[in-house]
């Protein structure tokens, strides 16, 4: 049965004086793998941050599994995966299989060792994301698309019950990309992962996602059956949209 993951009703956020996202309705559910698109300074990432509880909205309100995401307890329940830009440079000395397992200490608490069911998982989660045979190397001297999947992998051991990514393919070549896509794809299907994915590599995108959320400070067009705002501009947004491409 679906169930509301995310709720959003009528969000609207300012940076001190200025605003950013404007009377925002959305309605995410389980399995669904949404794509966020829109031009530079739109407020995708504003968006994220507050369906992770990072911000708090001005006016209406978030909700992530029926909660206020900044009262969520079980923060491990939300798995992010950062751009592609902030991962580790050359020099970092931990391997694959370390900072895999770092996953599960949000899940298990700090202090607490791992067990056998913890490494157990993070080789299943390896084998998964098809990083088993370079679990041992250090993840400074993998390619950006080979940390990419640590960094998928390192969400995915503390069991999420839905994975956000904000820009996930910058600076990944086209060979990385469309073999990302294929994986979020898998997860998607296999284990009926939620995903919540802001880019502006359209193409790969399109193909996998199963909605499409246009925003531009509000949601310019949704091609999905639960979402009531009257303000769809599509039009205007896929000319702003496709600007943004050709550049
Ligand atoms: N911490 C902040 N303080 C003030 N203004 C901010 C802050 N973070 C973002 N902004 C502004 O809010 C607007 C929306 O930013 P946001 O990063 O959410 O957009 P975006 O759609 O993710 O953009 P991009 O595609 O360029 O990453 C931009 O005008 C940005 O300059």
Known sequence: MMKTVVELQKVSFTYGCHPVLNDVSLVIETGELVG???????????????????????????????????????????????QKASYFNHQFPATVKEVVIS?????????????????????????????????????GRLSGGQQQRVFIARALVS????????????????????????????????????????????????SIITRQVCLDRHICSCNCHNYTSPSLQEENCSKRLALQVVK
């Open 36 to 82: 966020i698109v829109g031009p530079n300074g739109a407020g995708k990432s504003t968006l994220l941050k507050l369906i992770m509880g990072q911000l708090k909205p001005n006016q209406g309100y978030v909700k992530i599994f029926g909660t206020d995401p900044c009262k969520l307890k079980e923060k491990y329940r939300i798995g992010y995966v950062a």
């Open 103 to 139: 996953g599960r200490a949000a899940r298990r608490g700090l202090f607490r060792p791992f067990t056998a069911h913890d490494h157990q998982l993070v080789e299943q989660t390896l084998e998964l994301v098809g990083l088993k045979d370079i679990s041992n190397q250090p993840v």
């Open 159 to 206: 069991e999420p019950e839905i994975l956000i990514f904000d820009e996930p393919t910058v600076g990944v070549d086209a060979a990385a990309q469309t073999a990302f896509y294929k994986l979020l794809q898998d997860l998607n299907q296999r284990k009926n992962m939620t995903m919540l994915i802001v880019s502006h590599e359209l193409e790969g995108l399109s």
